[in-house]
């Protein structure tokens, strides 16, 4: 093994997961797979070819350079949508891709219109509007300008889309907010129609949204943390359970992130384990080290506080996560091996080690650990 863990990614349960999503909305409602942050951790390149293999032909990014990357590995008839940051430099090679992307700003609307018509070729835009998250979007008062820029120059862009981000759309608490939100932002679509501007989708929902305010599922969603078996909150997937009285998760997770023990020592009782002295042994202890740490992944604050999974069962990690390595006690597991396999995250004969499991931080955790998983791990579809 020349890197120092691997990243199995699971096409049966990617296919699941999408079945499952589909299985919520109207058939004739667009799926795109949201694969920003290196698809969440999982990695674009490598897993794009299992993605359309589900049968998935829209995708959403976050940047100019993940739609280069989603570009190169997609099949020709997938389409690309930017959701955020484009800077004018790579406006021409978005038109000229035809790579559609949310604009959000006066200022990127004219610098639109000006790169659109120097190559007479209309520009895919999707027009993001505030209702609510007050972090970008065209404002009502914004609107008489937009109307009049698309009104006049019709050939020079393409209105691919209506859409906004609702806040606080992964937990019911916020219902008033989020139905605020919906109300503005159907609010502001029917000042498009009245102006005879038409987008060929409106679309607001996120996996969130999807679960929590299935209304909102209209023409396109835009579904990421779920489509990789994560719930955008745990209050979301309780809720969804409790409604269609189901046990069990109907999301399967779609990475497991292994490595394997690099040594084996027996410690004495009452010694220091690693840096400092956070952890001292109360027995006679074996004490494994794995050749992952904060510098490929995992986290300096799981030091003391997380569990891999070691032949089947649980060993903790002692001490403080290094750079390189973390530090095990495997006194409980048995029989334990150098070169024995070690998941950090995912299953081992029935037992799980999952991303929100690591410790009771919050529930942006999933999200958190899986998009700083480095991209030099190497990554294998199974």
């Known amino acids: 093994?020349?890197?120092?863990?691997?990243?199995?990614?699971?096409?049966?349960?990617?296919?699941?997961?999408?079945?499952?999503?589909?299985?919520?909305?109207?058939?004739?409602?667009?799926?795109?797979?949201?694969?920003?942050?290196?698809?969440?951790?999982?990695?674009?390149?490598?897993?794009?070819?299992?993605?359309?293999?589900?049968?998935?032909?829209?995708?959403?990014?976050?940047?100019?350079?993940?739609?280069?990357?989603?570009?190169?590995?997609?099949?020709?008839?997938?389409?690309?949508?930017?959701?955020?940051?484009?800077?004018?430099?790579?406006?021409?090679?978005?038109?000229?891709?035809?790579?559609?992307?949310?604009?959000?700003t006066p200022e990127r609307l004219s610098a639109t219109l000006k790169q659109a018509r120097k190559m007479d070729k209309p520009a895919r835009i999707h027009l993001e509007l505030e209702t609510g998250m007050h972090r970008t979007g065209f404002c009502a008062d914004q609107l008489?300008?937009?109307?009049?820029m698309l009104a006049n120059n019709k050939k020079h862009f393409r209105?691919?889309?209506?859409?906004?981000?609702?806040?606080?759309?992964?937990?019911?608490?916020?219902?008033?907010?989020?139905?605020?939100?919906?109300?503005?932002?159907?609010?502001?679509?029917?000042?498009?129609?009245?102006?005879?501007?038409?987008?060929?989708?409106?679309?607001?929902?996120?996996?969130?949204?999807?679960?929590?305010?299935?209304?909102?599922?209209?023409?396109?969603?835009?579904?990421?943390?779920?489509?990789?078996?994560?719930?955008?909150s745990s209050g979301t997937k309780m809720r969804y359970k409790m409604k269609h009285k189901i046990e069990g998760d109907p999301l399967d997770r779609i990475l497991t992130w292994k490595s394997k023990i690099q040594s084996i020592n027996n410690v004495a009782e009452n010694e220091y384990v690693s840096y400092g002295k956070s952890y001292l042994t109360n027995r006679p202890s074996k004490i494994a080290t794995v050749p992952v740490g904060y510098g490929y992944g995992f986290s300096r604050t799981l030091s003391n506080d997380g569990h891999v999974l070691v032949g089947g069962k649980r060993a903790p990690v002692v001490g403080s996560v290094n750079m390189n390595m973390m530090v095990l006690d495997v006194t409980d597991v048995g029989n334990v091996?150098?070169?024995?396999?070690?998941?950090?995250?995912?299953?081992?004969?029935?037992r799980e080690i999952s991303i929100g499991s690591f410790s009771d931080m919050n529930n942006s955790m999933n999200y958190e650990l899986l998009t700083r998983l480095p991209h030099h791990i190497p990554r294998r579809v199974v």
Not at 144 to 148: A, K, S
Not at 337 to 350: M, T
């Open 337 to 350: 091996a150098v070169g024995d396999e070690v998941v950090l995250v995912g299953e081992q004969n029935g």
């Open 159 to 232: 209105l691919e889309g209506l859409c906004t981000h609702y806040a606080g759309a992964e937990d019911y608490i916020n219902y008033d907010r989020v139905e605020k939100q919906i109300k503005t932002f159907d609010r502001l679509c029917t000042l498009f129609e009245e102006n005879r501007l038409s987008p060929i989708y409106k679309h607001s929902a996120c996996s969130a949204a999807l679960f929590n305010f299935p209304e909102t599922t209209q023409d396109l969603v835009r579904i990421g943390i779920s489509s990789y078996g994560y719930w955008p």
């Open 1 to 104: 093994m020349l890197h120092t863990s691997f990243i199995e990614l699971d096409k049966e349960a990617l296919n699941n997961n999408i079945r499952f999503i589909r299985e919520q909305l109207d058939s004739d409602t667009r799926y795109s797979m949201v694969v920003k942050a290196n698809a969440y951790g999982h990695g674009i390149e490598q897993l794009l070819p299992a993605i359309e293999e589900c049968g998935v032909t829209h995708f959403s990014v976050f940047s100019a350079a993940e739609a280069m990357r989603v570009h190169e590995a997609k099949k020709e008839d997938c389409e690309v949508m930017i959701m955020g940051w484009v800077d004018d430099d790579y406006l021409e090679w978005a038109i000229n891709k035809e790579v559609s992307f949310f604009v959000f």
């Open 144 to 148: 008489p300008e937009v109307f009049e």
